[in-house]
């Protein structure tokens, strides 16, 4: 059974650090673009960071652009998201996306999700 297992989540004053991370299984890590989306409640889910699958691409969201860098190592299967400066309103659920590349429609699978509180 595929496995996505995020860790890294916590409380944080503004202006911190987290470092959150997926380690993927049971599935090809390298064949899937992977993708924290956070969902902050009374919100829908939103796209925070994208990387393709060889990590030669990546994408943000701009409410994080120069804050957070999404990066991946195929070795490990793992995944990971540096958010810096972090903001109140960074306050959310974080998901672990991973999609194929070729059938992203077909394979999609989440992670359970690590809660981040941006608060003093």
């Known amino acids: 059974q595929v496995q996505l297992v995020e860790s890294g989540g916590g409380l944080v004053q503004p202006g911190g650090s987290l470092r959150l991370s997926c380690a993927a299984s049971?599935?090809?890590?390298?064949?899937?673009?992977m993708s924290w989306y956070r969902q902050a409640p009374g919100k829908e889910r939103e796209l925070v960071a994208t990387i393709t699958s060889a990590g030669s691409s990546t994408n943000y969201a701009d409410s994080v652009k120069g804050r957070f860098t999404i990066s991946r190592d195929n070795t490990k299967n793992t995944v990971s998201l540096q958010m810096n400066n972090l903001k109140p309103e960074d306050t959310a659920m974080y998901y672990c996306?991973?999609?194929?590349?070729?059938?992203?429609?077909?394979?999609?699978?989440w992670g359970q999700g690590t809660q981040v509180t941006v608060s003093s």
């Open positions: 049971r599935f090809t890590f390298s064949n899937y673009a």
């Open positions: 996306n991973a999609r194929h590349q070729l059938l992203p429609l077909k394979y999609v699978y």
